[in-house]
Every structure is written in structure tokens, then in C-alpha cells.
């Protein structure tokens, strides 16, 4: 395939990784570059050295285009951002956060920026600043969310600014990619679906904790916060909400979260670790290599149009 955003990127396929704190590490990420996507190395709030050991790793697996997510929230966000000059990475994606005030240096570097945003207003703002592109995320996604769902939402930025558009949230196979193409986006960009990866090195009890999801176990915690996450329930989720159902104080509900990630990314806890997933964990079924991961996005297409053709007929 070739598009505007697969010729801005410089990738054969026009699928973004998600940058998914802990789960996109070099490994994934220079899975899906090779598979012919854009991989993105998750900063999350890791130090700007560990950053920079995930690029130059990045760059011993792969000799194509990949970039960084960086969560603009993190304490190390500034520092992160200087090591991204130094290193140059094809791409930035920003989240949780205005990425304004980094925007004129990274451009001068050459370094496409594609902030992640989930309103109409933000995507005018982020593309008056210079954004090359812009990743449009429904509250179906992983992690953290907004309001607007993904089916509501790219069309109205679809149709709000001129850059390209890739649309985050729920999209788990070839029917969602279409499904986003004819809501006007350039791109998808897919996060749950990477997790159950064979280069994904997450424990393989979160993966299987993926596998094993139905459609109404990814749930949405830390509303009360301003900052709502959506993962896959359990104990960790049922503490939250009993939590806040009893208007306990933020800092205790925020200290419930702290290293729940990592404990489930490295320790495997399905417990007390959370599982940040999207509403399509439940339609994902396998564990397959990132490059066959890709490609089922695109095969078939034709046959869902036909469908499509078929029951529009009717």
C-alpha cells in the first residue's frame, strides 16, 4: 500500500504501533518497522538514559524508520525530549499533554511529530503548531483515554484539519482498518493487537490475560481523577472502583496504581497488576509474529467490500 502517510513516514504498510508504556519496548518496536508499519519505543516515565538504550537497541534490530512516544506527564518529559535531539528518531508521538513548546525543535531536527489527541479542538491546535500528522484516539483504546468514541471521532477531525489522520481505538482486524479508511483516516494505529505479538515481551500470563478477554472485561478506572485507564478487570480494577465509589482521597487512589504496569508487564501479577488493554483484547485470539500481524489488516480487503457491495445492494 501506498498513501500519503505511508509516503510521510517512509513505511510500506500505514499501521502504527501503539506506544504502549512498558509493552512497546525496542523489541516490538523494531518488529513492527520490519513487518512494514512504524514501531514506536514507549518513553512512559522511564529516564531519558533508559530512552536512550531503548533507540540505540532499536536501531541494532532494525534499519527502518521507528520513532518514540513520549507522555508529556512524566516527570523525565523534558529530559527525554533532549536525548530525542540527540538521537533523532524518524517520529515522535506525544501524549497526556501539549506538545507545543518541543514542537519547533524537534521539526528543525527533521523529526516528524505526530501528537496523540481525542478532540476536534486539540487536532486544529496541534496541526496550526506544525503537527506532521495527527493520531485521532476513541475512549475504545488501551491506557489512557478520552470521551468520544472512535467511530465519532475521526470523521469530525477527518474533516477538521488537512493532515494526515490515523485512527486509535478499537481496531483489532481488517474490517476495523476499513472501517477507519471510510471514516476518512490515512492510517490505524493499533496497540492491543501488538500485545499478543511473538517479539512482544510482555509476560506471557498479560498476553494470555488478552487472549482469554470478553467483550465487556476492559474497564475503565480513575474517572473521579480526571485521568481514566482502561484494562482488563480484576482485582486491581475492583480495588479502584470500590475506591471510588467511596470518594476516598486522590492520593490513595492514585498510590493503588503506582507499579501496577510493571507488575504485570514483568512479574505476570493478573491481579494486582493492570492489564492495559482495549475493548478489542476480546477479539484478539493469537499470538502471531508483528509482519503477519500487519498484513492480516490488509488481506481480504476486497472481499469486505464485496460484502459491503453485497448488503448495500440488498
Request: aromatic residues 4%; charged residues 25%.
Amino acid at each position: 500500500m501506498k498513501n500519503r502517510l505511508c509516503e510521510l513516514l517512509g513505511i510500506e504498510y500505514p499501521v502504527i504501533q501503539g506506544g504502549m508504556a512498558w509493552v512497546a519496548t525496542a523489541e516490538l518496536a523494531a518488529a513492527v518497522s520490519n513487518g512494514g508499519g512504524l514501531g514506536l519505543i514507549a518513553a512512559g516515565g522511564a529516564p531519558a538514559d533508559v530512552v536512550r538504550e531503548q533507540i540505540k537497541k532499536c536501531r541494532e534490530l532494525t534499519d527502518k524508520p521507528f520513532g518514540v512516544n513520549v507522555m508529556l506527564m512524566s516527570p523525565f518529559a523534558e529530559d527525554v525530549m533532549n536525548v530525542i535531539l540527540e538521537e533523532k528518531p524518524a517520529v515522535v508521538a506525544t501524549g497526556a499533554g501539549n506538545p507545543g513548546k518541543y514542537m519547533e525543535g524537534l521539526k528543525a531536527a527533521g523529526i516528524k511529530v505526530l501528537p496523540v489527541i481525542a478532540s476536534v479542538a486539540m487536532a486544529q491546535r496541534m496541526e496550526k503548531m506544525g503537527a506532521d500528522a495527527i493520531i485521532a484516539e476513541g475512549t475504545e483504546a488501551g491506557g489512557h483515554i478520552g470521551e468520544i468514541t472512535t467511530m465519532c471521532l475521526i470523521p469530525q477531525i477527518a474533516d477538521a484539519v488537512s493532515v494526515p489522520v490515523v485512527a486509535a481505538g478499537g481496531i483489532a482486524d481488517a474490517r476495523g482498518a476499513v472501517a477507519a479508511f471510510a471514516l476518512g483516516a490515512d492510517g490505524i494505529q493499533v496497540g492491543t493487537r501488538f500485545i499478543c505479538s511473538n517479539e512482544c515481551i510482555a509476560h506471557e500470563n498479560y498476553k494470555n490475560a488478552v487472549l482469554k478477554a470478553k467483550d465487556r472485561d476492559a474497564v475503565v478506572t480513575g474517572r473521579s481523577t480526571g485521568a481514566p485507564v482502561r484494562a482488563l478487570k480484576n482485582k486491581l480494577t475492583k480495588e479502584y472502583q470500590r475506591l471510588e465509589k467511596e470518594n476516598a482521597p486522590f492520593e490513595e487512589i492514585e498510590k493503588l496504581g503506582v507499579g501496577g504496569l510493571r507488575r504485570a508487564f514483568e512479574e505476570g501479577d493478573v491481579q494486582m497488576g493492570s492489564l492495559m488493554a482495549g475493548q478489542s483484547a476480546a477479539m484478539v485470539h493469537k499470538i502471531e509474529p508483528c509482519a503477519d500481524i500487519i498484513r492480516s489488516y490488509f488481506e481480504g480487503i476486497s472481499d469486505i467490500l464485496d460484502t459491503i457491495k453485497t448488503k448495500m445492494d440488498v
